[in-house]
Nanobody, 121 residues
């Protein structure tokens, strides 16, 4: 079965950095687009970044553009999110998501349990 396991979250100071990882299994990772999404307390799920299976392009929400970088290692079945210049507004539970076949980067069929990112001084 599809499994997505995120790691790398934690507490960071404003202006700091974190790198999230997502270990994927149960499907052919190299064939699917993947995204990161986040959910802040009391808010809905917000798409953050996404990329296609062939790394042809990467896309970002305006709120993180220029600060976050999504990447993938198809040989390791792993998705990454490098987060720099973190802000308190980035505090959220971050989920790795498998994009549904034929869907847009914000249409998912599976997602992980998430890893908590807290940005505070």
């Amino acid at each position: 079965q599809v499994q997505l396991v995120e790691s790398g979250g934690g507490l960071a100071q404003p202006g700091g950095s974190l790198r999230l990882s997502c270990a994927a299994s149960g499907f052919t990772f190299s064939k699917y687009a993947m995204s990161w999404a986040r959910q802040a307390p009391g808010k809905g799920l917000e798409w953050v970044a996404g990329m296609y299976n062939d790394d042809s392009d990467r896309f970002y929400a305006d709120s993180v553009k220029g600060r976050f970088t999504i990447s993938r290692d198809n040989a390791k079945n792993t998705l990454y999110l490098q987060m720099n210049s973190l802000k308190p507004g980035d505090t959220a539970l971050y989920h790795c998501a498998k994009v549904a076949p034929g869907g847009t980067l914000w249409e998912y069929d599976y997602w992980g349990q998430g890893t908590q990112v807290t940005v505070s001084s």
